[in-house]
């Protein structure tokens, strides 16, 4: 059986909160362990050292009342260093979207997003992968192409690696680069695995980031 993945949810609009429950409440392998309208009190009650229910995931809006999302990230990796945080919002400013991977969210995904891709992307995340709405990824793919390649891989990537981080610069998930490619979704993780050796990265953005510098992608 697959492990449940624990989700905390950090949404100051109930109607939103109650949506994102009720689409989780129906997947048994995700379970939201907290629910919180501010980032203060989500703040609160994971530095708690005695609070052992830490998530796997934290759903996070970044215009919240109080502490915005974006001020809120760097005390999250702080408080739960091993939560993932995927930004759900309504905002596409460039600027929000940059900052918030730069300051460590492993996803951003605009709240119009559909259901099932929020589902998807939250597996992915907890499987070690990372998210971005098709919409989001032009403003991260805009940023990097601004940036001079002063970088060297001294492992070159093959065809299909490169192929593949293409895909995730589009924001794909690990199953549709396999559906597109006629390939299994395996066979996808193993090649985004080598890819991020070779890279020296973690996730996604970082592996874009780092392609672009090198002079990987082209402009």
Same mark, same amino acid.
């Given at each position: 059986m697959n492990r449940v993945i624990k *989700?905390?949810?950090?949404?100051d609009h109930p109607e939103f909160r109650e949506v994102v429950g009720l689409a989780l409440a129906s997947e048994a392998d995700l379970e939201l362990i907290g629910t919180y309208g501010s980032a203060e009190r989500a703040l609160r009650i994971l530095e708690n050292p005695k609070?052992?229910?830490k998530p796997d995931i934290i759903l996070l809006d970044l215009n919240l009342p109080g502490i915005s999302?974006?001020?809120?990230?760097?005390?999250?990796?702080?408080?739960v260093p091993?939560?993932?945080? *995927?930004?759900?919002?309504?905002?596409?400013?460039?600027?929000?979207?940059?900052?918030?991977i730069q300051l460590g969210a492993t996803g951003y995904l605009l709240k119009s997003s559909q259901i099932d891709q929020l589902i998807a992307s939250i &597996?992915?995340?907890?499987? %070690? %992968?990372?998210?971005l709405d098709p919409q989001i990824a032009k403003? *991260?793919?805009?940023?990097?192409?601004?940036?001079?390649?002063?970088?060297?891989?001294?492992?070159?990537?093959?065809? &299909?690696?490169?192929?593949?981080?293409?895909?995730?610069?589009? %924001?794909?998930?690990?199953k549709e680069i396999a559906e597109k490619l006629g390939i299994s979704i395996n066979t996808v993780a193993r090649h985004i695995v080598h890819t991020y050796e070779k890279l020296?990265?973690?996730?996604?953005?970082?592996? *874009?980031?780092?392609?672009?510098?090198?002079?990987?992608?082209?402009?």
């Open positions: *989700i905390t949810l950090i949404e609070n052992e229910a999302g974006l001020e809120a990230i760097p005390w999250l990796k702080e408080y091993n939560s993932k945080i *995927i930004v759900l919002s309504q905002s596409d400013k460039e600027s929000e979207v940059v900052s918030a &597996r992915s995340v907890a499987d %070690g %992968g990372s998210t403003y *991260i793919l805009k940023h990097l192409q601004d940036k001079q390649p002063n970088l060297k891989v001294a492992k070159p990537l093959s065809d &299909r690696e490169l192929e593949i981080l293409h895909m995730l610069s589009e %924001g794909l998930l690990k020296e990265v973690q996730n996604a953005p970082a592996a *874009i980031n780092k392609a672009y510098k090198a002079g990987i992608f082209p402009k």
